[in-house]
């Protein structure tokens, strides 16, 4: 549909725009029965000399703002991934763009003219209303959100058949005692076997212009993985590096806003597993403190033998020693034996998938790493030796001689 208002023209260097675009090509699918969300929307600013490029994949909805020379305003709908391609492979330097009553973008770099077909914005889907009764937000770093996500993604449940399980858990929480203005920010993943918990100290002193605890994060929202990926990949830019950010819950959304994007996403509405109750316990029956990369090698070498059939290893601790067995009847078995510094009173064996220890202790933010046993029934947890925001959680297996 030809726009005879529409005569958008601007000028733009190619390494601004083509930071803002690779971002869509995760986001933007390639497949889907709705070809129109393989676009992305182009509109201009006059007023702040930039452009909003939106794109959505009808979950995630994302706007990013890239500064340019803003000759004439407009707005035009192009196909992402042959836009991006485009822009990726023209010279360095300043590219003109512009747009003619027939929807024709114009790109001009160089010697090079190109002319891609456009669509009317019309046809681009609605980016949701958020709604008029926002509950109040609160600023974070957006490197901080980032790093959180990072260190539990990899417990999130891949199992569409446990919804709550498929996303990260985000919500605040008051240490018990707690007499300062301060709460925690807890960003929880699980699959059902493990679970990993990182965590930041947020300040709850309102200011002039926003309260910074979010009361709706106090019950929680679960942002789908795929958002919390998109999140850790926005991270990622130079241009964002010490962005803060503000989080909004609305009623069927969660909005991330900086003066450089903003990121709306639908989150999934199933209450999360009440898990504080398994981490308030009395004190570990045998506590050890181990060298990460020690631990991490002596693991990576019992993966070698571990496979989807015989995933597990048994821990054997007793006076100061820790030793460790497994065996797979297609390769053969292994067996090690640690020296502990610490003396164990009371002898424990507990059996643990060795992937998922390896992955729970490598996130681990220190030098040094913590391991809590209870029994042979009861969960491992591990921290950082300092205690710093994050430890993780792993089941124990049954005893193949006790299934056999």
Same mark, same amino acid.
């Given at each position: 549909?030809? %726009?005879?208002?529409?005569?958008?023209?601007?000028?733009?260097?190619?390494?601004?725009?083509?930071? @803002?675009?690779?971002?869509?090509?995760?986001?933007?699918?390639?497949?889907?029965?709705?070809?129109?969300?393989?676009? !992305?929307?182009?509109?201009?600013?006059?007023?702040? @000399?930039?452009?909003?490029?939106?794109?959505?994949?009808?979950?995630?909805?994302?706007?990013?703002? *890239?500064?340019?020379?803003?000759?004439?305003?407009?707005?035009?709908?192009?196909?992402?991934?042959?836009?991006?391609? !485009?822009?990726?492979?023209?010279?360095?330097?300043?590219?003109?763009?512009?747009?003619?009553?027939?929807?024709?973008?114009?790109?001009?770099?160089?010697?090079?003219? !190109?002319?891609?077909?456009?669509?009317?914005?019309?046809?681009?889907?609605?980016?949701?209303?958020?709604?008029?009764?926002?509950?109040?937000?609160?600023?974070?770093?957006?490197?901080?959100?980032?790093?959180?996500?990072?260190?539990?993604?990899?417990?999130?449940?891949?199992?569409?058949?446990?919804? *709550?399980?498929?996303?990260?858990?985000?919500?605040?929480?008051?240490?018990?005692? %707690?007499?300062?203005?301060?709460?925690?920010?807890?960003?929880?993943?699980?699959?059902?076997?493990?679970? +990993?918990?990182?965590?930041?100290?947020? %300040?709850?002193?309102?200011?002039?212009?926003?309260?910074?605890?979010?009361? $709706?994060?106090?019950?929680?929202?679960?942002?789908?993985?795929?958002?919390?990926? /998109?999140?850790?990949?926005?991270?990622?830019?130079?241009?964002?590096?010490?962005?803060?950010?503000?989080? /909004?819950?609305?009623? &069927?959304?969660?909005?991330?806003?900086?003066?450089?994007?903003?990121?709306?996403?639908?989150?999934?509405? @199933?209450?999360?597993?009440?898990?504080?109750?398994?981490?308030?316990?009395?004190? +570990?029956?045998?506590?050890?403190?181990?060298?990460?990369?020690?631990?991490?090698?002596?693991?990576?070498?019992?993966?070698?033998?571990?496979?989807?059939?015989?995933?597990? $290893?048994?821990?054997?601790?007793?006076?100061?020693?820790? @030793?460790?067995?497994?065996?797979?009847?297609?390769?053969? /078995?292994?067996?090690?034996?640690?020296?502990? %510094?610490?003396?164990?009173?009371?002898?424990?064996?507990?059996?643990?998938?060795?992937?998922? #220890?390896?992955?729970?202790?490598?996130?681990?933010?220190?030098?040094?790493?913590?391991?809590?046993?209870?029994?042979?029934?009861?969960?491992?947890?591990?921290?950082?030796? &300092?205690?710093?925001?994050?430890? +993780?959680?792993? #089941?124990? #297996?049954?005893?193949?001689?006790?299934?056999?």
């Amino acid at each position: 549909m030809a %726009n005879k208002n529409n005569k958008m023209e601007i000028i733009i260097q190619k390494s601004e725009l083509l930071s @803002k675009l690779a971002i869509f090509q995760h986001t933007i699918k390639t497949k889907t029965i709705n070809p129109i969300v393989q676009y !992305i929307k182009i509109t201009t600013n006059l007023q702040d @000399k930039t452009i909003a490029l939106h794109g959505t994949d009808l979950d995630l909805f994302l706007i990013e703002y *890239a500064k340019a020379e803003v000759l004439s305003k407009g707005e035009v709908l192009v196909l992402s991934k042959k836009f991006y391609d !485009i822009i990726r492979y023209l010279p360095d330097g300043s590219i003109n763009i512009s747009v003619d009553e027939k929807l024709h973008v114009n790109i001009r770099s160089g010697n090079c003219h !190109i002319k891609l077909s456009g669509l009317s914005p019309e046809e681009f889907p609605i980016f949701p209303d958020k709604g008029k009764n926002t509950t109040t937000y609160y600023s974070i770093p957006l490197d901080s959100l980032s790093e959180m996500l990072k260190k539990v993604i990899f417990c999130v449940n891949d199992n569409d058949s446990r919804p *709550a399980l498929t996303g990260v858990y985000l919500h605040t929480y008051n240490p018990k005692n %707690n007499t300062t203005p301060n709460y925690l920010l807890r960003a929880v993943g699980t699959d059902g076997h493990r679970l +990993a918990l990182a965590q930041e100290c947020v %300040n709850n002193t309102p200011n002039k212009t926003k309260n910074i605890i979010n009361p $709706a994060l106090i019950n929680g929202i679960i942002l789908p993985k795929k958002a919390c990926q /998109e999140l850790i990949r926005l991270a990622q830019q130079e241009d964002l590096q010490n962005t803060s950010i503000s989080l /909004e819950i609305f009623p &069927n959304l969660a909005g991330i806003f900086s003066v450089n994007f903003t990121f709306l996403t639908k989150y999934i509405k @199933k209450p999360f597993p009440p898990y504080q109750s398994i981490l308030d316990k009395p004190p +570990a029956t045998i506590k050890v403190f181990f060298p990460k990369i020690t631990i991490i090698n002596v693991l990576k070498r019992f993966q070698s033998f571990t496979s989807f059939t015989f995933p597990d $290893a048994r821990f054997t601790f007793s006076q100061n020693k820790l @030793k460790l067995c497994a065996q797979n009847p297609e390769l053969g /078995e292994i067996e090690e034996e640690i020296r502990l %510094n610490e003396d164990i009173k009371n002898t424990l064996s507990i059996y643990f998938n060795v992937r998922s #220890m390896l992955e729970c202790i490598s996130i681990v933010p220190s030098k040094e790493v913590e391991l809590s046993f209870w029994g042979p029934e009861e969960p491992l947890i591990i921290r950082s030796k &300092n205690r710093s925001g994050y430890l +993780a959680l792993v #089941m124990p #297996m049954k005893n193949p001689e006790e299934t056999n």
